[in-house]
């Protein structure tokens, strides 16, 4: 069982004591991290240490992360197909972003994005879609901080999660 963490539109400039506390308590035991894009600085991306991180940037993002991450990326994890992109580029909302992000992932078994803030963990015809929400500790609409956990086993399952400090 490979266990991965999923973040997205974290929009940090830099790794705060805070954010280094809240990755350690949700993701100390993923071997991969999946990061969907709105990074701002792929500096943040440090916060990983010792995990194999898979990133790609978004339309918040700084010039050095646009230049040193892709705006898409696939890649194996155990042996289903994983796709990642901010979905920035496929609409402004899930019903939109979606079909796109399927139809151009056709052989993805799970597609994650970004973008919306708005968690989702789903399956369409048979690809697990899926978008972590907003890893943003403190949120202005009080939205709540999430991520997601992918699970590639036998099968492959995925959840949202709330980040709630200890």
Partial sequence: ???????????????????LQAVQQCFADCEVIIHAGDIVDAAVLEAFPGKTVQAVHGNCCNLAA????????????GRFNIAVAHGHRFGRYAHDIEPGLLAHFPAADCVVYGHTHEPVCRRERGQL?????????????????????????QELQGRICEFVPR
């Fill in 1 to 19: 069982m490979i266990k991965a963490g999923i973040l997205s539109d974290t929009h940090l400039t830099r790794v705060s004591t805070d954010f």
């Fill in 66 to 77: 646009h230049s040193s991450l892709s705006d898409q990326l696939e890649f194996t994890l």
């Fill in 129 to 153: 879609i899926i978008n972590p929400g907003s890893f943003q500790l403190g949120s202005r609409y009080g939205v709540p901080c999430t991520y997601a956990v992918l699970e590639a086993g």
